[in-house]
């Protein structure tokens, strides 16, 4: 057995049998279960279960109006917002595929998404649609969206409501202004009130757990980002799995502010919340006094977030006032949680942070910290039903803990591979004590007790507030700035983000002229802000190999800790 044995949660079983039946019908049973519950709130208005049910089967029925059918690819470009929750549900229930994209998304990198996904429909709010369009209106004509649901933040709040649950006025303008429609060539735009209100039918819901429910895209060192192929049976399995072991039920109430176009938002937060029947208490974005008076107010129990997110609360000139003591359950992952911060929340509040770890492809968590026994900074062990060893990334052979190795997983919950590419896909696989692992492509070791801790990175990757950003994305949306002639993107040290995106840019002949704070403008308008370089430093060339790659290693290491 493995050496984690003895420290396994008693009230957990080692393995578990997933629901054989479509995500969707996690909605419909608890919709069932608990009709009047209230499984949504924002900004202080709720959704029951069985409103937000039949907002899903009109959605879906208008959805199956547009020409969607099985397992066509339809995207969600949203916040976290109710109308974001019932459009992935209406997507599944209608049998076909969430492409769920990021919001910080600027129209060039969109345009990837609409092309590779082969998506002819998407739904947006109406403050990111015409990045959308302006994505569409680029692509070839076959290639572009067919239809475009625009929903506006007041279709599922009051924009007059006061109080504890009141947007924080920065936010006003924002949430409360009525978007006007956006141009786009070629396509239809619709209402989402108008979506919500038809009368037909929804299709017979024909898939289950061996057909592809969610899409979501992930970077990798070379090349745009892939599409990672999620059945309804991975992401079954990792929601019911991460509610065992977070001890959640029917009456948990979480803060979900983490984005839930992000997987661990998508699986932990909001499908496994669907599927316990609790109450979620929506976010879209973050702010640490809307977030300190939502827990307050709605009695949070549980709180999935990244650890800047706490450490900022903490921060507030007005944490004194918020009751934090109806929280039960405090974790997340994507960065390191500092450990005089965990300490000050077990001293405080007897909080242990539970830090996890998990990647697009494993569906969130494939490890995690037992919440009774927690390490800080530290991966924890693997979930249920989880098979996770540490092995010489060259010889392949298993090391003993404390030696450094690659982390490979295997586990029902991890991806069928990367969607149209697979020699990707083939790299991404070994086979191991003839099983098929999952190259995590991140360095780490075990303890004595089985713990595991990440140590380092094969993968070419920087790590902003929990926020994965891929230099090789970057750096090709760099090149099509007309000053630069090269750029490599490394990771620079940042006292709250953990890392930051540096630029080491060489300038072409006749551009000497161009300085920093010009690139770093140009790139917040041409990418999302969370990949745009926060330092720029100018040299003469790149070092380089003698077959002509960049030495991107040898800059990284010269950049000061």
Same mark, same amino acid.
């Given at each position: 057995?493995?050496?984690?044995?003895? @420290?396994?949660?008693?009230?957990?079983?080692?393995?578990?049998?997933?629901?054989?039946?479509?995500?969707?019908?996690? =909605?419909?049973?608890?919709?069932?279960?608990?009709?009047?519950?209230?499984?949504?709130?924002?900004?202080?208005?709720?959704?029951?279960?069985?409103?937000?049910?039949?907002?899903? /089967?009109?959605?879906?029925?208008?959805?199956?109006?547009?020409?969607?059918?099985?397992?066509?690819?339809?995207?969600? @470009?949203?916040?976290?917002?109710?109308?974001?929750?019932?459009?992935?549900?209406?997507? +599944?229930?209608?049998?076909?595929?969430?492409?769920?994209?990021?919001?910080?998304?600027?129209?060039?990198?969109?345009?990837?998404?609409? /092309?590779?996904?082969?998506?002819?429909?998407?739904?947006?709010?109406?403050?990111?649609?015409?990045?959308?369009?302006?994505?569409?209106?680029? +692509?070839?004509?076959?290639?572009?969206?067919?239809?475009?649901?625009?929903?506006?933040?007041?279709?599922?709040?009051?924009?007059?409501?006061?109080?504890?649950? &009141?947007?924080?006025?920065?936010?006003?303008?924002?949430?409360?202004?009525?978007?006007?429609?956006? &141009?786009?060539?070629?396509?239809? =735009?619709?209402?989402?009130?108008?979506?919500?209100?038809?009368?037909?039918?929804?299709?017979?819901?024909?898939?289950?757990? /061996?057909?592809?429910?969610?899409?979501?895209?992930?970077?990798?060192?070379?090349?745009?980002?892939?599409?990672?192929?999620?059945?309804?049976?991975?992401? #079954?399995?990792?929601?019911?799995?991460?509610? +065992?072991?977070?001890?959640?039920?029917?009456?948990?109430?979480?803060?979900?502010?983490?984005?839930?176009?992000?997987?661990?938002?998508?699986?932990?937060?909001?499908?496994?919340?669907?599927?316990?029947?609790?109450?979620?208490?929506?976010?879209?974005?973050?702010?640490?006094?809307?977030?300190?008076?939502?827990?307050?107010?709605?009695?949070?129990?549980?709180?999935? #977030?990244?650890?800047?997110?706490?450490?900022? +609360?903490?921060?507030?000139?007005?944490?004194?006032?918020?009751?934090?003591?109806?929280?039960?359950?405090?974790?997340?992952?994507?960065?390191?949680?500092?450990?005089?911060?965990?300490?000050?929340?077990?001293?405080?509040?007897?909080?242990?942070?539970?830090?996890?770890?998990?990647?697009?492809?494993?569906?969130?968590?494939?490890?995690?910290?037992?919440?009774?026994?927690?390490?800080?900074?530290?991966?924890?062990?693997?979930?249920?039903?989880?098979?996770?060893?540490?092995?010489?990334?060259?010889?392949?052979?298993?090391?003993?803990?404390?030696?450094?190795?690659?982390?490979?997983?295997?586990?029902?919950?991890?991806?069928?591979?990367?969607?149209?590419?697979?020699?990707?896909?083939?790299? &991404?696989?070994?086979?191991?004590?003839?099983?098929?692992? @999952?190259?995590?492509?991140?360095?780490?070791?075990?303890?004595?007790?089985?713990?595991? @801790?990440?140590?380092?990175?094969?993968?070419?990757?920087? #790590?902003?507030?929990?926020?994965?950003?891929?230099?090789?994305?970057?750096?090709?949306?760099?090149?099509?700035?007309?000053?630069?002639?090269?750029?490599?993107?490394?990771?620079?040290?940042?006292?709250?983000?953990?890392?930051?995106?540096?630029?080491?840019?060489?300038?072409?002949?006749?551009?000497?002229?161009?300085?920093?704070?010009?690139?770093?403008?140009?790139?917040?308008?041409?990418?999302?802000?969370?990949?745009?370089?926060?330092?720029?430093?100018?040299?003469?060339?790149?070092?380089?190999?003698?077959?002509?790659?960049?030495?991107?290693?040898?800059?990284?290491?010269?950049?000061?800790?």
């Amino acid at each position: 057995m493995a050496l984690y044995d003895p @420290f396994w949660p008693n009230h957990i079983p080692r393995t578990i049998t997933p629901p054989a039946s479509s995500v969707w019908h996690n =909605l419909a049973v608890s919709a069932a279960r608990f009709p009047d519950k209230a499984a949504l709130v924002f900004f202080g208005t709720e959704t029951s279960y069985a409103e937000l049910a039949a907002q899903v /089967e009109r959605l879906a029925a208008y959805l199956h109006g547009l020409g969607v059918r099985r397992g066509d690819r339809v995207i969600v @470009f949203m916040q976290n917002c109710p109308q974001l929750v019932a459009a992935h549900y209406a997507i +599944l229930r209608a049998n076909a595929v969430v492409v769920p994209v990021n919001p910080m998304n600027l129209a060039h990198e969109l345009q990837h998404y609409i /092309e590779d996904s082969g998506a002819r429909v998407a739904l947006s709010t109406g403050d990111l649609a015409p990045q959308l369009a302006k994505a569409s209106d680029a +692509l070839p004509a076959g290639q572009r969206l067919e239809h475009l649901i625009i929903s506006q933040f007041t279709d599922a709040f009051d924009p007059a409501v006061q109080g504890e649950d &009141a947007p924080p006025p920065a936010w006003q303008d924002w949430l409360c202004r009525d978007y006007p429609p956006p &141009a786009i060539a070629g396509a239809q =735009l619709h209402r989402y009130r108008d979506a919500l209100a038809c009368t037909a039918a929804a299709p017979e819901h024909v898939v289950g757990q /061996e057909d592809l429910a969610v899409l979501p895209y992930t970077s990798g060192t070379t090349g745009l980002p892939k599409g990672c192929m999620h059945l309804h049976r991975s992401i #079954n399995y990792n929601a019911v799995a991460s509610t +065992l072991w977070g001890y959640h039920s029917m009456q948990t109430v979480t803060l979900s502010v983490v984005p839930m176009f992000h997987i661990t938002g998508m699986v932990v937060v909001m499908h496994g919340g669907i599927y316990l029947g609790a109450t979620q208490i929506l976010m879209p974005r973050w702010d640490r006094d809307l977030a300190g008076r939502l827990i307050s107010k709605w009695r949070v129990t549980s709180w999935t #977030n990244i650890p800047t997110m706490v450490i900022d +609360l903490l921060a507030s000139p007005n944490f004194a006032s918020y009751d934090l003591t109806s929280l039960r359950h405090i974790g997340g992952g994507g960065a390191a949680m500092p450990q005089a911060v965990a300490q000050r929340l077990l001293e405080q509040y007897g909080l242990r942070y539970v830090e996890g770890y998990g990647l697009t492809e494993t569906a969130a968590p494939s490890h995690s910290n037992p919440t009774d026994r927690p390490k800080q900074q530290c991966l924890g062990i693997p979930l249920i039903g989880v098979d996770a060893r540490i092995i010489d990334p060259d010889t392949l052979a298993e090391l003993s803990p404390g030696e450094q190795g690659e982390i490979i997983v295997r586990g029902p919950q991890v991806f069928e591979g990367y969607w149209k590419h697979p020699e990707a896909t083939a790299r &991404a696989f070994i086979d191991f004590e003839g099983e098929r692992f @999952f190259r995590t492509g991140d360095l780490g070791r075990t303890d004595d007790e089985g713990y595991f @801790f990440i140590t380092d990175r094969l993968k070419r990757m920087i #790590n902003a507030s929990g926020f994965k950003i891929w230099p090789a994305e970057v750096e090709a949306l760099m090149f099509r700035h007309p000053a630069i002639q090269e750029a490599c993107v490394i990771a620079a040290r940042d006292d709250y983000r953990g890392e930051t995106v540096k630029a080491v840019v060489v300038l072409r002949p006749g551009h000497e002229d161009t300085d920093a704070e010009q690139i770093i403008a140009w790139c917040r308008e041409n990418m999302a802000v969370y990949k745009t370089p926060r330092i720029v430093e100018f040299v003469q060339a790149l070092p380089k190999s003698g077959s002509g790659k960049v030495m991107w290693r040898l800059l990284q290491e010269k950049e000061p800790a």
